[in-house]
């Protein structure tokens, strides 16, 4: 079955760690993304890719980095520059200029310890 | 103003209501419209998209009025299953990027 996985569920970092959040699809979307959500917020926009090879910035892409040297791979890295990290990371992917919405991995909880 | 704005709720129903949500958008040339449904500590899923025409899904209806800038979810006999956050979600005009809304959070009591 075609999906969109997400590893580790959940994560803990020390200060000053950097980290990497996996985001893998086989749906063949071209489109993916990583949303932040933080307790009773909605869903912010980190960064997005189009295209292998290319991605931008969201609403809130300060001390985050990402990757997309393969279709089926999106990794974030959030880095020690991000002031607070602790939140439940969302990965999702679409195809048809969103005409049919995205599928979510089930998301990796990040806790700073 | 924010871009997608729903009422936060929690709207506590009990079993077999009907109970509406309406959202509203800022963007007059949104092209897709959808609702998604959030169970606590996991991820949004795909409940129905949103068509100009309305559509209908079971116990679930949804509209678009685009004169008004707003769509609505309606959810006939319900469940205590349906119990969630209910997020509108809008695709701006050209771009592959979903706007969500901060959800509007539904109890549904027995």
């Known amino acids: 079955d075609g999906g969109i996985t997400q590893s580790p569920k959940y994560l803990f970092r020390k200060e000053g760690q950097n980290v990497t959040l996996s985001c893998e699809q086989n749906?063949?979307?071209?489109?993916m993304y990583w949303y932040r959500q933080d307790p009773g917020q909605g869903l912010r926009l980190i960064y997005y890719?189009?295209?292998?090879?290319?991605?931008q910035k969201g609403d809130i892409a300060e001390g985050y980095s990402v990757s997309r040297e393969k279709k089926e791979s999106f990794p974030l890295t959030v880095t020690s520059a991000q002031k607070n990290p602790t939140a439940f990371y969302l990965c999702?992917?679409?195809?048809?200029?969103?005409?049919?919405?995205?599928?979510f991995g089930s998301g990796t909880r990040l806790t700073v310890v | 103003r924010k871009e997608v704005e729903q009422d936060p709720g929690p709207f506590n129903v009990p079993e077999g209501a009907t109970v509406a949500f309406n959202c509203t958008y800022s963007?007059?040339?949104?092209?897709?419209f959808f609702w998604y449904r959030q169970d606590c500590r996991k991820e949004p899923k795909l409940l129905m998209s949103?068509?100009?025409s309305g559509n209908e899904d079971g116990r679930f209806t949804a509209q678009l009025n685009r004169a008004s800038q707003y769509i609505s979810l309606l959810i006939r006999d319900s469940k205590l299953s349906d119990s969630a956050t209910y997020l509108c979600?809008?695709?701006?005009?050209?771009?592959?990027?979903?706007?969500f809304g901060t959800g509007t959070r539904l109890q549904v009591f027995p």
């Open positions: 999702a992917s679409g195809g048809e200029q969103g005409v049919r919405g995205y599928t």
């Open positions: 749906l063949n979307h071209d489109a």
């Open positions: 890719s189009q295209i292998v090879n290319d991605f």
């Open positions: 963007n007059s040339a949104s092209q897709s």
């Open positions: 949103v068509y100009s």
């Open positions: 979600v809008v695709t701006p005009l050209n771009t592959d990027k979903l706007i």
